[in-house]
């Protein structure tokens, strides 16, 4: 059958070369290869994790890869997201992943989405891609793709990373389990803290990101056993794999016998984020009005509830370091009097600690929104982020 009659793209000269290793594989051959150009593959999230899985699905020529991400490239992203280098700094990161992967394979299409993956956009986004690979970081859009692809029928590769350890999946309803039967429900806000807060072993999305790849090609190869139904959790300090099994929920309110989730959601509020939920309550300050206060010399205490090693990275002077771990042992040392400000990273810790001063009687105690991220980016540049 010649390449017309089977609606599947040639492949150049260049392209024979390129995939020599590829063509050798009885398992791929040359329509295994024509098959991963014809795909497209949407990758969500252009960080640690969706920095491996372009560069490989790249690599292996997959006709269109779509990027989905509205950041720009921090130095603090280096020590894990390989897409880019230090001249990138500053970059968005778009820009800077499709000149790379296009440097990387000039054969292949990438597609640029610089917005925020949200339930107004994502049907028409995802909509032209066959398999979406979920490398993102927070739980609001997590589900937000799974949702999208259940309901338009196409396979979710799944990644999640945490300090040492990782996870992967693939989701896939027709076949499967989605996520909401592993995940019915959004843990607590607050209760999960973000890789910033916690910290990721740096080549840790290096692995996960490249077995999301392998999965990824596998589903368009129609090859060997995919992910489905299974949870594979890596180890990397104890260097030790383990798989769990997943059953389909039949009782899973997505994909379920009787789902009664037939369109896409406010996902914030389904996972609790937010202002309100971010502050569980306590009342907020913004970076910007504790700037107006200080400089009018109308500061209010500042309690500072991150690690000492963040401190060292960067500060605000006149702040009270206590950490969160330690506030229920220290809240003595603190006067119930006076107005205070609590501040951490980007606002969580502290919003958890201002609630628990409120509990031990403090009538006058604000959550500063954002944390000192947030004074960087709106106050002082001079103070590094991280």
């Given amino acids: 059958m010649s390449d017309h009659e089977s609606g599947l793209p040639p492949l150049g000269d260049d ?42 699905l ?58 925020r993956l949200a339930s107004d956009n994502a049907f028409e986004i995802l909509g032209d891609y066959d398999v979406v690979a979920d490398g993102t970081d927070n739980f609001p859009t997590r589900y937000l793709v799974n949702d999208a692809c259940v309901l338009l029928g ?33 843990p607590p806000a607050g209760l999960v803290p973000s ?7 740096g080549v840790l999305p290096g692995v996960i990101g490249v077995l999301q790849a392998i999965e990824t090609v596998k589903l368009i190869l129609g090859i060997g056993e995919p992910l489905i139904g299974r949870l594979l959790i890596f180890d990397a300090l104890a260097m030790r794999f383990r798989e769990l099994k997943l059953r389909k929920d039949p009782n899973c309110r997505l994909c379920g016998a009787n789902p009664t989730v037939r369109a896409l959601i406010d996902y914030e509020s389904f996972c609790g984020v937010g202002a309100d939920a971010a502050g569980a309550g306590a009342e907020q300050l913004t970076v910007r009005e504790l700037a107006g206060l200080r400089a009018r010399g ?29 506030l229920a042992e220290r809240v003595a040392e603190l006067d119930r009097s006076r107005p205070w400000v609590v501040m951490c990273h980007h606002g969580t810790r502290s919003a958890r600690a201002a609630e628990f001063l409120r ?28």
């Fill in 15 to 56: 392209e024979l070369r390129r995939y020599g290793r590829h063509l050798v594989l009885p398992e791929v051959g040359l329509e295994g290869q024509q098959r991963l150009k014809a795909a497209r593959v949407l990758v969500v999230g252009a960080g640690g994790l969706g920095s491996p899985l372009a560069l490989y």
């Fill in 58 to 115: 790249a690599a292996a020529g997959v006709g269109r890869i779509g990027l989905v991400d509205f950041d720009r490239v921090d130095l603090s992203n280096l020590q894990r997201q390989v897409l880019y280098d230090t001249r990138d700094v500053g970059r968005a990161k778009l820009a800077a992943a499709s000149e790379r992967l296009r440097a990387l394979n000039p054969e292949i299409e990438v597609r640029a989405h610089e917005v």
């Fill in 154 to 186: 196409k396979p979710n590769v799944h990644g999640s990373i945490f300090r040492f350890e990782g996870q992967v999946s693939v989701f896939d309803a027709a076949r499967g389990p989605c996520y909401r039967c592993l995940f019915a429900d959004p």
């Fill in 195 to 201: 890789c910033a807060e916690g910290g990721v072993l």
């Fill in 298 to 326: 109308e500061a209010p205490e500042l309690l500072d509830v991150r690690e000492p090693f963040e401190i060292r990275v960067a500060h605000l002077e006149g702040a009270r370091l206590i950490p969160l771990g330690g």
């Fill in 359 to 386: 509990a031990q009687g403090f009538t006058n105690v604000r959550n500063l929104t954002g944390g000192i991220d947030a004074w960087s980016l709106e106050v002082d540049p001079t103070v590094p982020r991280y």
